[in-house]
């Protein structure tokens, strides 16, 4: 089946710095790409939608400055937390649709922000 | 608004038992409903799919029903096992436009030997 690699699956960083979460698919053409953010014990909550060779569409109340997400090829969209703070601790989750109705996750990465 | 409210609360059944989870939405008729299962730290993975015109799917020890009326899933796992023990997610397409999933709170299913 479609298959989403997420990477990495964890990170640490400094408050200010940038860190960049990728996600591939395998073996499949991801037209369109999902980025989701989970704080502990809540459900999934859309951040933005991802466009291959398009601007990405953002939810309300997500600044789109400090999460850049790249969507440059069919196989790779990619999200860049930028001067990362505490509050941005999360686990972020991307999703790729692979059918009218289906989808698919990655693996998901955590992000610490120290 | 629309809504998706799953159980917040744990479900705590013992092995062998059937374990029903509730999905309820509001403010929307949706052409499918999904259920996915999360384990602590991963992503989600999908389970089942029931269509607006099905009232019932099964997939081996899992059942899943569908009731347009009372804009409610039910989501059983028959002879459970304490390998089922995880969150459960329903997720409907909102129609949004940006063809996203939104996801209910998930209820944390707990499988005692």
């Known amino acids: 089946g479609a298959v989403v690699s997420q990477h990495p699956s964890w990170v640490i960083c400094k408050s200010g710095t940038s860190v960049k979460i990728e996600c591939r698919s395998l073996d499949f053409q991801a037209t369109t790409m999902f980025w989701y953010r989970q704080f502990p014990k809540q459900s999934l909550m859309l951040m933005a939608t991802s466009n291959e060779g398009s601007k990405a569409t953002y939810e309300q109340g997500v600044e789109k400055d400090k999460f850049l997400i790249n969507h440059a090829s069919l196989t790779l969209s990619t999200l860049t937390v930028t001067s990362a703070h505490p509050e941005d601790s999360s686990f972020y989750i991307c999703s790729a649709r692979v059918s009218p109705d289906g989808y698919t996750f990655g693996s998901g990465t955590r992000l610490t922000v120290v | ?113």
């Not at chain 2, 569908?66 to 002879?79: E, P, R, V, W, Y």
């Not at chain 2, 089922?84 to 997720?91: Q, V």
């Not at chain 2, 909102?94 to 998930?106: E, I, V």
Request: net charge positive; aromatic share 8%.
């Open chain 2, 1 to 113: 608004s629309q809504k998706i409210e799953q159980n917040s609360e744990a479900l705590n059944i013992q092995e062998g038992k059937t374990a029903t989870l509730t999905c309820n939405y509001t403010n929307y008729s949706p052409a499918y409903l999904q259920w996915y299962r999360q384990d602590p730290g991963r992503g989600p993975v999908f389970l089942l799919l029931i269509r607006e015109n099905e009232k019932e799917k099964r997939k081996e020890r899992l059942k899943v029903t569908f009731d347009t009326t009372l804009k409610q899933s039910l989501f059983h796992i028959t002879a459970s096992q304490p390998a089922d023990s995880a969150t459960y997610l329903c997720a409907l397409d909102m129609d949004t436009g940006r063809r996203a999933l939104t996801f209910g709170s998930g209820t944390r299913l707990q499988v005692q030997p």
